[in-house]
């Protein structure tokens, strides 16, 4: 009597194998919407280090803004799960340089300023999006946008 128990629950068990129930696959999650803002400050970086390339001058005024944008990417990938390419913490390592070097600085220092107010919009409406525990981080972000505006004047 034992054995046909035995046997039945095996069979049982094997069936229950076949279902699926046993898989260790999992699906991934799906992206975290806030993974972009890590993109958007590694890029904001990006344009920070192009115009200390262009204009050295402006290197101690403009590097601790790029520095403070790395530290946001990092803190943002930590709460999102996001991977940051290779290298992307430190100077120059968030790819291709995207803010001009047109030879004029005021140009220049105009686009960043754009490039700030725009990103500040976007941390601040992700903030009020946001759920209560993400939304401190993102507004610290955003007031820290809104100091580098003044950095830029």
């Known amino acids: 009597m034992r054995a046909v128990?035995?046997?039945a629950l095996a069979t049982g068990a094997g069936s229950l194998g076949a279902c699926g129930l046993f898989d260790d696959e999992q699906v991934p999650p799906p992206p975290d919407p806030l993974a972009?803002?890590?993109?958007?400050?590694?890029?904001?970086?990006?344009?920070y280090d192009a115009a200390v390339?262009?204009?050295p001058e402006l290197a101690d005024r403009l590097g601790p803004v790029a520095q403070a944008h790395r530290a946001h990417a990092e803190e943002l990938a930590?709460?999102?799960?996001?991977?940051?390419?290779?290298g992307a913490a430190t100077p120059g390592a968030t790819?291709?340089?995207?803010?001009?070097?047109?030879g004029d600085q005021k140009a220049?220092?105009?686009l960043l300023r754009a490039a700030e107010t725009e990103g500040?919009?976007?941390?601040?409406?992700?903030c009020l999006d946001a759920p209560p525990e993400r939304a401190a981080l993102l507004g610290s972000i955003a007031a820290a946008r809104a100091t580098h505006l003044e950095v830029l004047r």
């Open 120 to 126: 500040r919009q976007t941390m601040a409406k992700a």
């Open 5 to 7: 128990g035995l046997v």
């Open 53 to 55: 390339v262009a204009f």
């Open 36 to 47: 972009v803002l890590v993109t958007n400050a590694l890029d904001l970086a990006g344009r």
């Open 108 to 110: 220049t220092l105009a």
């Open 78 to 86: 930590r709460v999102t799960r996001t991977t940051l390419p290779n």
């Open 95 to 102: 790819g291709e340089p995207s803010a001009p070097a047109t």
